[in-house]
C-alpha cells in the first residue's frame, strides 16, 4: 500500500502561483512499482479532471490543455515527492487538488482515474479574482 499526502493548497490572488507538493511513503518494494503519477483535480458539481502526469523513472510529462503552459509537473525521486508548478493561475483553476499513482505508464492525452490505485486525500487551491 503505497500513501500519498499533498500540501502547498491555499488561497492566491490571479495570476499567482502555487506550488504543490504530494509525498509518498510505504513499502520501498511498492512505491518502486510506481511507474506514473499525476494530478487531478476537481471542484464542485464538476467531475475528476487530469492536470498533469509524469513516468518518474523515464522523466516524460503530460499536461493537460486547460494547464499547459502554466504548469510544470516534476518528481523528486530522492524524496519521493511529485510536484506541481502552476503560475497565472486563473479563477477557473480553484479545486480539490490530488496526487495519485499507478503501477503502469502515463500517456499523453490520457488521464483516466479509473486506473490509478492511490490517491491522496487533496488539498484545496483557491484562486480569487
Known amino acids: 500500500q503505497v500513501r500519498l499526502a499533498e500540501s502547498g493548497g491555499g488561497s492566491v490572488q490571479s495570476a499567482e502561483s502555487l506550488r504543490l507538493s504530494c509525498t509518498a511513503s510505504?513499502?520501498?518494494?511498492?512505491?518502486?512499482?510506481?511507474?506514473?503519477m499525476a494530478w487531478f483535480r476537481q471542484s464542485p458539481g464538476k467531475e475528476r479532471e487530469g492536470v498533469a502526469a509524469?513516468?518518474?523513472?523515464?522523466?516524460?510529462?503530460f499536461s493537460a490543455v486547460s494547464v499547459k503552459g502554466r504548469s510544470t509537473i516534476s518528481h523528486d525521486s530522492a524524496k519521493n515527492t511529485l510536484l506541481l508548478q502552476m503560475t497565472g493561475l486563473k479563477h477557473e483553476d480553484s479545486a480539490m487538488y490530488y496526487c495519485a499513482a499507478r503501477t503502469s505508464y502515463c500517456y499523453p492525452g490520457e488521464f483516466d482515474a479509473s486506473t490509478y490505485t492511490s490517491w491522496g486525500q487533496g488539498t484545496q487551491v483557491t484562486v480569487s479574482s
Open positions: 509524469i513516468n518518474p523513472t523515464l522523466g516524460t510529462t
Open positions: 510505504g513499502h520501498p518494494d511498492m512505491i518502486g512499482r510506481i511507474l506514473c
